[in-house]
């Protein structure tokens, strides 16, 4: 595994030439008065080390003449370990983790400007780590002002994380795998929550059954808060109470997915509980998939990466004029973006060590960037009629502008309170896509078919 980090850094270090880049730990964070959180660490920082400690500093210097890769990290101490666990410390930094050399933490101050004085720039991600921010600023304006004297030392700062945005979008194999397995699991957890939910049952109870497979199969955890949402709950985008008892004739939307070594998979199902399901459910569910199959057909090598988004966009708003809830021509529609009262989010987003992971999705003159093989992206559209939905309002015109043109029709209430969203996880492949989820089933069961309310 330490070969694959190396290669990362090795690639890293050629990118910014003489430059030095410096990257800081994720701090830990407090649930309530001095509980910690379980520790998580900046991806970035463990995309390039796989060190998973905080309080720590990676340095590279390809200028440097000895140390290339540096790492500053918490030493050794017999008490501090007994409380919160055991440090790699100083002299492991190197065997273990590739480091060229290694130094307490207490010695940044003494030892960093050693590595970042002869580069001519400074690569660097203002976070949310203030008071390294300032430190970073500090440093920087002290170089600049030796400048006069030594001739050389950084003139300006980049964002590290735009630099790491150029290697992370592209997925290497070793992080396909690992993709792969947390997809696995989580595929794993949404089989058996579809085989376990009955009318009657908790949607904590679910949840629970869910996170147990995540551990249980090795799993760090839940990659984020896991939904579990019945009937009008679906509604919700980021529903996580997941406390209310599921009823006959509900939706059940389940967005669950794990964490494997820090890789993510994120997953939504939408199915039936019970033995009835209405015809307006069935209707909304076939046009949400769809959409999603559409989509799906647009993650191809060399499409932009709007092209997904648009063709979801165009199913449902097609979809929804002909079930009489939205009113209009289609492309005005679109162009008016009326299809957000039922559709609000866009259709997906990359994954990787992040959820949400890391990708500019526009080029400089605004045109959209293309997928290339080793992306993995979520595809997720979905349609969401909120129990207490109204047409939006006209808005008076500002003088000069004109009135809207699509105003929006009143819907019968039995449209009401159903939400639906189907996500799954697709690598851009060479000649097309792979779909990674596949093995939950999407397809509405036979039952399904022909019960109705």
Known sequence: ?????????????????????????????????????????????????????????????????????????????????????????????????????????????????????????????????????????????????????????????????????????????????????????????????????????????????????????????????????????????????????????????????????????DITRTFPVGDRISEEQKIIYNLVLKAQLAAIEKVQPGLPFNAFHDAATRVITEGLVELGLLEGDVDELIKAKKHKAFFMHGTGHFLGLDVHDIGILRNPDKTWKSFVPGNIVTVEPGIYISPNYEPERPKEPKEGEEADKLPQPQIEDRWKGIGVRIEDDVLVTETGHEILTAAVPKELPNRALTAAV
């Not at 290669?7 to 910014?16: G, S, T, Y």
């Not at 964070?29 to 520790?39: E, G, K, T």
């Not at 500093?57 to 990290?73: D, G, M, Q, T, W």
Request: proline share 5%; net charge neutral.
């Open 1 to 265: 595994m330490q070969s694959e980090y190396r290669q990362r850094r090795e690639a890293v270090l050629e990118a910014i030439g003489q430059g030095t880049a410096i990257f800081c730990s994720a701090p830990t964070a407090v649930m309530h008065n001095d509980v910690d959180h379980l520790y998580r660490q900046d991806s970035n920082f463990f995309y390039l080390t796989g060190f998973n400690e905080p309080n720590a500093v990676a340095v590279l210097a390809p200028s440097h003449e000895k140390h290339k890769f540096v790492l500053f990290v918490q030493p050794k101490d017999k008490e501090k370990e007994t409380w919160s666990g055991y440090r790699v410390g100083v002299e492991d930094a190197k065997t273990k983790y590739g480091a060229d050399e290694a130094y307490p933490i207490s010695e940044l101050g003494k030892r960093i400007t050693e590595y970042v004085q002869a580069a001519p720039r400074l690569y660097y991600h203002f976070g949310n780590n203030k008071a390294f921010n300032e430190r970073i600023i500090r440093l920087w304006q002290h170089l600049l002002a030796r400048m006069t004297k030594k001739g050389k030392g950084p003139v300006a700062i980049e964002d590290s994380k735009l630099l790491m945005e150029k290697f992370r979008r592209v997925k290497t194999p070793y992080e396909i795998e690992q993709i792969r397995k947390a997809i696995a699991i989580s595929v794993e957890a949404h089989n058996t929550a579809r085989d376990m939910a009955k009318p009657g049952m908790y949607e904590y109870e679910i949840q629970a059954a869910i996170e147990n497979i995540f551990r249980r199969e090795g799993a760090l955890g839940p990659a984020y808060p896991s939904i579990v949402a019945s009937g009008e709950n679906a509604c919700i985008l980021h529903y996580v109470e997941n406390n209310q008892p599921i009823k006959d004739g509900d939706l059940l939307l389940i967005d669950a997915g794990c964490a494997y070594e820090y890789y993510n998979a």
